[in-house]
């Protein structure tokens, strides 16, 4: 899997910046159950977190939208996110079956 982390930043222009898989992400349950498109940005790492949020389909301002997990999870839980997780804090992705899109966001650090 890192050399598709690799592939994805160098495709794109990234530094790369795996979090330690001992963190954890914001992840919501659609993006368990597999929804499309899957949605994610990355926050500066913070209190054990990686600053990874993950998420599915439309946005929702809901308090209970994410909810924690280990990064070691997603292997299982959620690999369709695994090749964009060493995107540095700044950044965004948004995948579905033949589609993937990649864009620097630095209003991400500013929060």
Do not use: N
């Not at 992840?27 to 990686?50: F, K, N, Y």
């Not at 690999?79 to 620097?104: K, Q, S």
């Amino acid at each position: 899997m890192e050399q598709a982390q690799v592939d994805i930043c160098e495709r794109y222009g990234a530094a790369f910046s795996p979090p330690d898989g001992a963190m954890k992400v914001g992840i919501s349950d659609s993006a368990l159950r597999g929804e499309v498109p899957l949605h994610g940005l990355r926050h500066e790492p913070q209190s054990g977190t990686s600053g990874w949020f993950i998420w599915s389909g439309e946005w929702s301002d809901a308090a209970d939208l994410f909810k924690p997990l280990h990064l070691h999870h997603l292997a299982d839980d959620c690999p369709a996110a695994l090749p964009f997780l060493a995107l540095p804090p700044g950044w965004r992705f948004m995948t579905a079956p033949g589609h993937e899109d990649v864009w620097p966001d630095h209003t991400l650090l500013e929060q």
